[in-house]
């Protein structure tokens, strides 16, 4: 074994096979320069709320640097029930409901695995978020992308899925509000989407990490559609809302067997959550109104901001109603995604992330993630404007 060709033949097909993110390939890119005005990363810009961070200091300063359940402190799974029933209606054991991951990903990993048997096909929609089709994969089962349209506000449709459903379709699984549109779906579309799961018998995977940022109605959860809590498995964490992503607190929330099903591949692989981090997400759920409320109102700000900017300029970008993110049109210059951002990296310094890197669907569309300071966006809109006058 001599060589790299020697090597490269022993890694698993599987992985051969997936492509490297193209949100990491583009900011690779990005790091090579320097004074770049960033609108890429889906990172907030807050610092974490201090009593959060004291909270994981104290329990340093105690000594609590040990490993705890499989599932997770109970302490911290109880007031993850009492969250969640407040949010939805929903109520979930702490005992056997409720699972600790590293964040959300990992949850979104562990649910995969624990539903798919090779050939199994998972439907799922796009734009939509890069890990979705890879994780499929690496299971062995199918990626079925459903495409949605910026005509539609990029809303999934049932009649969208009834397309793309086979009797081999197992799982359907959703990211609403979305990453990278900013999409969210009212309750008449969840209450569709939820009959035609239950009609084809489908087990739902409900990623709703962005659940609390949304600027003009509530968000609606399909486990609050009778018959849904059954057969969904909801993802949810810690990293948007309250701006801990270093943090890598995630959870579940499922029905036993299915929870179970899931605990058997985390205690394998990941054995349990941190510590410092599972005892910093206990404070955090304690005054999670103030501190969400806070930063949403600050993004909500951001987005009318960007929002408007965009739509003078004259690039079209239907207005995010959710997460932090405007995806925006720019097949109106004949480029594609992928060379108008590295044209404005290269004359302007502004990043932004080719809508491809979401699907084939998004190209003619740029990500740009509000995230970041005012300031910062402010900017940013007026290197864009720059830009595009000489296009």
């Keep these: 074994m001599n060589d ?4 490269h033949s022993h890694i698993a097909q599987t992985v051969r096979d997936i492509p490297r993110s193209g949100i990491r390939d583009f900011f690779e890119i990005v790091s090579t320069r320097e004074g770049v005005i960033s609108l890429g990363i889906g990172e907030p810009d807050f610092v974490t709320p201090l009593h959060i961070r004291e909270a994981a200091i104290q329990a340093l300063e105690r000594g609590v640097t040990s490993y705890t359940s499989n599932m997770g402190l109970l302490s911290l799974r109880r007031g993850i029930s009492k969250y969640i029933e407040k949010k939805t209606g929903i109520t979930y054991n702490p005992e056997d409901e409720v699972l600790i991951t590293v964040g959300v990903s990992e949850g979104l990993d562990l649910a995969i695995r624990a539903l798919i048997d090779p050939g199994d096909e998972v439907l799922y929609h796009e734009p939509g978020y890069v890990s979705y089709n890879p994780l499929i994969a690496l ?3 199918k990626p079925v992308a459903v495409e949605t349209k910026k005509e539609n506000g990029f809303r999934l449709t049932r009649a969208e899925l009834e397309e793309k ?7 359907l699984l959703l990211n609403y509000p979305n990453n990278p549109t900013g999409a969210i779906l009212p309750q008449k579309d969840i209450e569709e989407i939820a009959a035609f799961a239950i009609e084809h018998d489908l087990i739902v995977v409900t990623d709703e990490i962005y659940d609390e940022l949304t600027y003009d109605r509530k968000h609606f959860s399909i486990i609050s559609v009778p018959g849904m809590r059954e057969r969904t498995i909801y993802l949810h ?3 948007k809302a309250w701006a801990m992503t270093g943090f890598r607190m995630g959870f579940t929330c499922a029905p036993p067997e299915l929870t179970e099903a899931m605990m058997k591949i985390h205690q394998y692989s990941m054995l349990c959550a ?3 981090s599972q005892e910093a997400s206990i404070e955090a759920l304690k005054h999670a109104d103030k501190d969400i409320a806070f930063m949403t109102a600050e993004y909500k700000k951001r987005r009318d901001f960007i929002h408007a900017s965009f739509k003078e300029m004259g690039l079209p970008c239907i207005r995010p109603e959710g997460a932090f993110y405007a995806f925006v049109d720019i097949s109106q210059f004949g480029m594609t995604a992928h060379e108008f951002s590295l044209k404005l990296l290269d004359e302007q310094n502004v990043a932004c992330v080719p809508g491809t890197a979401f699907g084939a669907c998004g190209e003619g569309f740029i990500r740009c993630s509000y995230a970041t300071s005012l300031d910062e966006i402010k900017k940013a809109m007026v290197c864009i404007a720059r830009f595009i006058k000489t296009l």
């Design 139 to 141: 299971a062995y089962g």
């Design 274 to 276: 941190p510590v410092l």
């Design 4 to 7: 790299s060709k020697s090597l």
């Design 237 to 239: 964490g810690f990293s």
């Design 165 to 171: 459903v086979t009797p081999k379709t197992k799982v």
